[in-house]
């Protein structure tokens, strides 16, 4: 099977505790994530938060083609990302709409670098959390050394490897090659969101939607909000005996 872009999809298919299963009647909702999606959510936002300004019409089409199960359940999030979804596409079908996205992400984010007189929220992860940013900051060289990595974001400086866009592009890489058989990378995606994504990111994409005028970036906070609280939910409530990613739950 395979996905609006070509690529490949695996069903994973779980049931969570009954306090996550209501679907806001108390009716039981079950979850099926396609990885393919996962994938292309990852890419996308990684292209948006810190890939070049043309391709960002495509990254915002290709997060609405794909289908999150978790996020459309809930109404207020799906009326919300819809919204913005709408604003930003049309802003992006401009010359100048798809420029005010650059601009904008480089006066908030910083291009090269964060400079913390001049731009607004830092796209680093070793910012929120790293008591000792400069561990933190291995650790995550490290993950990516034993995956073989290479970031493909145009990110620059010693931090780059925290940055945002970085770290959701290696998850979509991960994600990957599960999705083409290698199960290798189960364990050491699950260990990775939990350890350094989902210990930031909510936080980074609540800041953001706080200071963000642009169409484009609106949506990109907006969607990383819900898909990382919808991915939150997959990897902790992964059930074995319905996926065979079972060591998610690792």
Known sequence: MTNGDGG??????????ADERSDGNGAPAACTCALGDRVAMYESL?????GPSAEAGFAVERIERAKIPCIERHHV??????????AARAALR???????FRAERARVLGEERFDPFENLISP?????????PADVLESVRSVYRIAGFTPRQPVRGTEAACHIGVELD????CLDQVAW????????????????VRQWALLFAVALSGVAVDPALRFTACALDA????EARTFRCSAPRFCSQCALLA
């Open 77 to 86: 999030t799906a009326r919300l990302t819809a919204e913005a979804f709408d």
């Open 94 to 100: 401009t010359t100048k709409g798809v420029e005010d």
């Open 181 to 196: 058989g290698d199960d290798r990378f189960l364990t050491l995606v699950g260990s990775f969101f939990e350890d350094h």
């Open 8 to 17: 490949c999809v695996r069903q994973m298919t779980w049931s969570a505790n």
């Open 227 to 230: 898909f990382i609280s919808c």
């Open 124 to 132: 680093y992860e070793t910012t929120y959390l790293a008591v000792r």
């Open 170 to 173: 290696f998850m979509a890489h």
């Open 46 to 50: 990684a292209l948006l938060l810190a």
